[in-house]
């Protein structure tokens, strides 16, 4: 499988999300919710590795990707004017994804996988709370909260498949990838409040960079020793190492 063919299963799930969670007067008003293709990618990596695709294992990919659609449109609220029409829509459809999750796992009768979700879930949340927290964090500490942050529900996903192999690999790549654009925020001055917390803590750009290429050598490292496909191997390379 060359690197179109997984670029394009990626765009497949990604496109069967956004028909899963249309709705006519939320797309017009908010867009379409923001899914990153990496976190896609990781969500069907134990399936282009070789394990069984059916139409039960689809729909539980497919709820993934709809509670993180869920959780980024509830981070995209602004810390004030929340009472205009574009904020309450935009709390509306996080509210809609989260339905929509809950609607096809109960169909599928998923139990399993409810309880792994959930569990990531609860463990996310908690960790975005806490980076806003009126206190001190140490650059430990801001990686820690950002691996959860950003791989926690695939993480939980790979266990309720028993693909637990690669859950290294996903945590330390999708991390890469969010102190890129943590750096980049940073390096353009983006006055976000997560950047703000980031200085009242002392954290430097520098310091960021250094724990990311620590990450990236794990990565490699991992890589190495995984019995992923070479091709799965490079894609990530790509998009995490490059």
């Not at 939980?156 to 991390?175: C, D, G, M, P, R």
Request: some cysteine; proline content about 1%; aromatic content about 10%.
């Amino acid at each position: 499988m060359i690197a179109v063919q997984i670029n394009n299963e990626v765009q497949a799930l990604k496109q069967n999300i956004y028909n899963e969670i249309h709705h006519r007067i939320l797309l017009k008003n908010t867009g379409m919710p923001f899914l990153k293709d990496e976190q896609l990618f990781f969500m069907l990596l134990p399936f282009l590795q070789g394990k069984k695709y059916d139409d039960a294992m689809k729909a539980s990919v497919s709820s993934v990707g709809i509670v993180h659609a869920s959780l980024e449109e509830h981070e995209k609220i602004k810390e004030q004017s929340a009472e205009d029409k574009e904020q309450q829509l935009t709390v509306l459809s996080g509210d809609f994804y989260s339905g929509r999750y809950y609607e096809i796992l109960a169909q599928s009768k998923n139990i399993s996988l409810i309880y792994y979700l959930s569990t990531g879930i609860v463990a996310r949340c908690e960790q975005q709370i806490r980076l806003y927290e009126p206190t001190l964090l140490t650059i430990e500490k801001w990686i820690e909260y950002i691996t959860v942050i950003e791989s926690e529900l695939i993480v939980q996903f790979y266990y309720s498949i028993e693909a637990n192999q690669w859950i290294n690999i996903v945590k330390h790549a999708l991390t890469i990838i969010r102190l890129t654009e943590i750096i980049e925020m940073y390096k353009n001055g983006d006055q976000s409040l997560l950047i703000k917390r980031l200085q009242e803590s002392n954290t430097s750009i520098l310091e960021l960079q250094q724990q990311q290429n620590i990450y990236k050598q794990n990565l490699r490292i991992l890589l190495k020793e995984s019995s992923l496909k070479q091709e799965l191997i490079n894609w990530i390379e790509e998009h995490c190492l490059s």
